[in-house]
């Protein structure tokens, strides 16, 4: 934009021009709270968000499935972060709970809820040529970046939908299944 549209009030940019830096063309990340901590993941793999749901244990599954929930008519599994970060569990010991929000990511065919206490919204961020992931974070941590004073771990929803596969010992999505 050139000073004179700024001069103007011309503050905006063209909206047909999506913004871009010198890391590359921006993408919608939204944001999500787990505790203290901040996520984010592409908003092009969200499929929906649901402010509430009930969620039933699957007895026998690993502590990161915390359960399945019935979302417009399809069953959903809902996997926790904190669990697959090392974390402790955050359901009561009964046999269902309710959740602050579920966020519904989707990975081709497969798709799962994960937990967040709260959701900043969407976010403007230019793609990272050269990620800075740091070395004790888990595959499905593509980078961390700095956001209002804090940092915030960008997720690769293929790589998490994958681990959770691999964690509750299924085949992957992402690997070839060989006959």
């Known amino acids: 934009m050139s000073d004179e549209d700024q001069a103007r009030g011309g503050g905006k940019a063209d909206p047909a021009e999506p913004p871009t830096s010198p890391g590359g063309p921006a993408v919608s990340l939204m944001?999500?709270?787990?505790?203290?901590?901040?996520?984010?993941?592409?908003?092009?793999a969200i499929?929906?968000?649901a402010l509430r749901g009930p969620v039933t244990r699957v007895p026998m599954?690993?502590?990161?499935?915390l359960g399945v929930t019935s979302l417009r008519g399809r069953l959903v599994t809902v996997v926790g972060l904190e669990q697959m970060l090392g974390g402790a569990g955050m359901l009561p010991v009964d046999n269902s709970a309710t959740l602050p929000?579920?966020?519904v990511v989707r990975d081709g065919d497969f798709e799962m809820a994960v937990v967040a206490h709260g959701i900043h919204g969407l976010i403007e961020r230019a793609e990272s040529a050269a990620p800075a992931r740091p070395a004790d974070a888990p595959d499905f941590?593509?980078?961390?970046?700095?956001?209002q004073g804090g940092r915030v771990s960008l997720l690769d929803?293929?790589?998490?939908?994958?681990?959770?596969a691999r964690l509750a010992g299924m085949p992957s999505p992402a690997e070839d299944v060989l006959p």
């Open 31 to 44: 944001l999500l709270r787990l505790g203290r901590r901040w996520f984010a993941v592409d908003a092009r």
């Open 47 to 49: 499929e929906e968000v």
């Open 61 to 65: 599954a690993p502590s990161h499935i």
């Open 101 to 103: 929000r579920l966020v």
């Open 141 to 147: 941590v593509r980078e961390e970046f700095d956001w």
């Open 157 to 164: 929803t293929s790589r998490l939908v994958a681990a959770a």
